[in-house]
């Protein structure tokens, strides 16, 4: 199996069959234990290690690289449209979200490092400088800094490759005001939709696979081109 075989403990770590769960699918799973009577938590967790599992095979059932990429956002597509329908913050052109460091997947690299070596432009010097940061860099928090654009968002602060956005910037919905996406410790109320959390934590508990920032992960696949 490309995933960590450790079993469930419900006493301990209920979702340990899950090498790297997200930070909301630990938080959902820790509330519902202080939520629901054992028996209707043992429940769920036995739901949820089956959707994991049908998501890890789906995803294992395409080759690594872009065709998995790819198939990740169909699939996050049909998870989000599963949600219900809540009034969210997000509009066209707004960005906040782009000047933040943005996880990707391998597979996901591949899928841009595809676009640029097809002749995508993008600023490379801004990318350096990107990915020459430590991980959770403070620069980070610098939010509308014109070095923390991401390099594929437009001057209209649209997304160039919308089609091939990254999982993670598909599942950033908000219902909090947009000026909470860039105020430092601002509330914000992102829309949790569970499983779009099983599909990324599958995504990345594949083998080999883990979250990166988007310029650390691109970069050194387009090093000769860089050179
Ligand atoms: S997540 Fe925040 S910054 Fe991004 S589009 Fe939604 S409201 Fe705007
Ligand atoms: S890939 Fe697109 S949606 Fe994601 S951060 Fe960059 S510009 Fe924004």
């Known amino acids: 199996m490309p995933r960590d075989s450790a079993e469930g403990d419900p006493a301990g770590n209920p979702i340990g069959f899950v090498r790297s769960p997200t930070l909301q699918l630990r938080t959902f799973v820790d509330d519902q234990r202080e939520a ?57 052109g707004c960005c906040g979200c782009c000047h933040s460091e943005v996880e990707i997947t391998p597979d996901e ?59 993670v910037c598909r599942r950033s919905l908000v219902t909090s005001p947009p000026e909470a996406c860039t105020t430092a410790g601002a509330a914000l109320a992102p829309v949790r939709i569970l499983l779009v959390e099983i599909l990324l934590s599958a995504a990345i508990s594949m083998e080999g696979a883990s979250f990166g920032s988007l310029s650390k992960m691109l970069k050194p696949g387009l090093q000769k081109e860089f050179s």
């Open 36 to 92: 629901l009577p054992p028996v209707d938590f043992a429940g769920m967790i036995g739901h949820l290690r089956s959707q994991f599992e049908e998501y890890t095979n789906a995803l294992a059932s395409a080759p690594a690289g872009v065709e998995r990429g790819r198939l990740l956002h169909r699939m996050m597509d049909d998870a989000i449209a599963t949600a219900p329908r809540v009034p969210i913050a997000c509009r066209y």
């Open 109 to 167: 690299a591949e899928v841009l490092r595809e676009r640029v070596s097809d002749g995508f432009e993008i600023d490379r010097s801004r990318l350096s400088v990107q990915a020459a940061r430590e991980r959770m860099s403070p620069e980070w928090a610098k939010f509308w800094s014109p070095e923390n654009r991401c390099v594929f968002l437009s001057t209209e602060g649209t997304c160039r490759i919308y089609e091939d956005r990254p999982a």
